[in-house]
Structures are given as structure tokens and as C-alpha cells.
T-cell receptor, first 114, second 116 residues
Framework: KAGVTQTPRYLIKTRGQQVTLSCSPI?????VSWYQQTPGQGLQFLFE???????NKGNFPGRFSGRQFSNSRSEMNVSTLELGDSALYLC?????????????FGAGTRLSVL | AQTVTQSQPEMSVQEAETVTLSCTYD???????LFWYKQPPSRQMILVIR??????QNATENRFSVNFQKAAKSFSLKISDSQLGDTAMYFC?????????????FGTGTRLKVLA
């Protein structure tokens, strides 16, 4: 079974641009969660999608948005990029809601904002 | 509010020796899960071990075991016979399965280096 796939692996953008990151979960998994990882901050939860619906959202500004498609693939969009958005963005999939069990992580997308 | 604290930002251990990583958490709930995740330098995070709070027996997974002290809200990870491949960032995490809102909280991590 294929693991969680995130594309692209690396991105370089400039301030003010927007970016879209993609996540393909493990086959059969219905939940996809997104995290921002920065040095010293650990993993900060962005949002969780389950069966195409956003179920939970973290404390991030509205510039961060996402969606999930009928095949469970998910995209995350960040508009009007700021320098502070530079981070590793991880997605994780799980069979049911993330809080109910184990999450399986992708390798991440490293976003650099110049 | 639930919190997870990892008080050791960095640790090192000699190959073949034993090391213990600390984690404390705070919750007023009774039913929850605790996890240790490992993130090697290649960045893909993987589950090391999981503990259900209602189980008194400490979880073990080969060389990895936990010391779960529910009353003290402590959940430490012991790695026996450390190997070079254990070099990674280790995250302690907590989840509330019965919660209608998102409750999956990670600590800030402990960077473990295994020395040859």
C-alpha cells in the first residue's frame, strides 16, 4: 500500500504570492490533517478534513485554507504569503478522525518565502 | 486545556546504551491516547508506540517501551540497545478520541543523537 504522498517537496515563493500544496492519503483513509512545522514550535495544527468536510481548524489566519476531494486527496492553499510562512508543511492521513487513532505522515513540503 | 511538554530539547546516547525521553501532559479527561512519533532526518514522521490511557500495562514495541504514570501524567519513552538509526526528532503526542473538536496535540520534540 502506498504511503502518504505530498507534492511538491520543495517550493520557493516570494512575499505576496499564493501557493497550493497537495496531499494524497493512504488508500481508504478518510481523514487528512495539515500541520505547520517550524524550529522550536513543534507541530502546529492547521485543519482536518474528513469526507470532504472541514471538521476542525487550528488558530491560523484566514489566508490558510484547504479542501478535500471525493477521492480523499487534499489541497492546502496559502494566499498573500508572508516571510513567517516559511516552514515544513506536513499532512497526515488516518482511517477515521485523527483524534481517534494513528496518523500516517507524508514527507512534507518545504516552503521558503523570500 | 490540554498540553504536552517535552522538557529535553536535545539528548545524546552512546550506541547500544539505553536512553529515556521525558514527556508530561495535562488533561482533566480520563479516556485518551498517548503516542511517540519519530521524525528521522529524512523528515517522514512515523509512529513508534501508542498507549491507551485505560490500559495499565505499559506498551512495548521491540526495543521501545513506555513508562506510563497516569496519576503523575507522565509518559516517558525508553529506547534500549540504541542504534544509529534511532537518531531522530521524537515527538510526544496526545489525543482525545471522544472529542467532537480536534484534540491531537504534539509536544515540541526532543532531538536524539545516537553516537557511534
Amino acid at each position: 500500500k502506498a504511503g502518504v504522498t505530498q507534492t511538491p517537496r520543495y517550493l520557493i515563493k516570494t512575499r505576496g504570492q499564493q501557493v497550493t500544496l497537495s496531499c494524497s492519503p493512504i488508500s481508504g483513509h478518510r481523514s487528512v490533517s495539515w500541520y505547520q512545522q517550524t524550529p522550536g514550535q513543534g507541530l502546529q495544527f492547521l485543519f482536518e478534513y474528513f469526507s470532504e468536510t472541514q471538521r476542525n481548524k487550528g488558530n491560523f489566519p484566514g489566508r490558510f485554507s484547504g479542501r478535500q476531494f471525493s477521492n480523499s486527496r487534499s489541497e492546502m492553499n496559502v494566499s498573500t504569503l508572508e516571510l513567517g510562512d516559511s516552514a515544513l508543511y506536513l499532512c497526515a492521513s488516518s482511517l477515521e478522525l485523527a483524534a481517534q487513532g494513528i496518523q500516517y505522515f507524508g514527507a512534507g513540503t518545504r516552503l521558503s518565502v523570500l | 486545556a490540554q498540553t504536552v511538554t517535552q522538557s529535553q530539547p536535545e539528548m545524546s546516547v552512546q550506541e547500544a546504551e539505553t536512553v529515556t525521553l521525558s514527556c508530561t501532559y495535562d488533561t482533566s479527561e480520563n479516556n485518551y491516547y498517548l503516542f511517540w512519533y519519530k521524525q528521522p532526518p529524512s523528515r517522514q514522521m512515523i509512529l513508534v508506540i501508542r498507549q491507551e490511557a485505560y490500559k495499565q500495562q505499559n506498551a512495548t514495541e521491540n526495543r521501545f517501551s513506555v513508562n506510563f504514570q497516569k496519576a503523575a501524567k507522565s509518559f516517558s519513552l525508553k529506547i534500549s540497545d540504541s542504534q544509529l538509526g534511532d537518531t531522530a526528532m521524537y515527538f510526544c503526542a496526545f489525543s482525545l478520541p471522544s472529542s467532537g473538536t480536534y484534540k491531537y496535540i504534539f509536544g515540541t520534540g526532543t532531538r536524539l543523537k545516537v553516537l557511534a
